[in-house]
């Protein structure tokens, strides 16, 4: 089992300087909640990165263009955390959830009732 974590942003260098300015500038219009809540405006958050490296969780991140690739099939509102196991998708937490969650800790509490 795997949990699949989908940011509301495309990959690339100009794609992710765009994004820190946007974060940085009006962090209130920002289309991407999941990047707000594990990272910070030019690095990842400390408390998620910890949990990160702590969790007995396998976990995969992608950009939207990057699961779109990956996942062709798949058609859904981003971000989102989803569980992929025995090749079955299921939605962990979607964007409206994410869009409410207000800190990292509360993501991270949120998580762990899952699993």
Not at 11 to 39: E, I, R, V, W
């Amino acid at each position: 089992m795997k949990l699949l974590f989908v940011y509301n942003a495309n990959s690339g260098k100009m794609n992710a300087l765009f994004d820190a300015g946007h974060k940085f500038m009006s962090p209130s219009t920002y289309k991407c909640s999941l990047c707000a809540l594990t990272f910070d405006t030019f690095s990842e958050n400390r408390i998620w990165k910890d949990f990160r490296a702590k969790s007995n969780i396998d976990m995969e991140f992608y950009h939207k263009d990057e699961f779109e690739t990956k996942f062709p099939n798949i058609n859904m509102v981003f971000p989102a955390i989803l569980k992929h196991e025995a090749h079955q998708m299921s939605t962990v937490l979607n964007a409206d959830i994410l869009n409410e969650i207000s800190n990292v800790d509360d993501l991270i509490a949120r998580l762990k009732l899952q699993f």
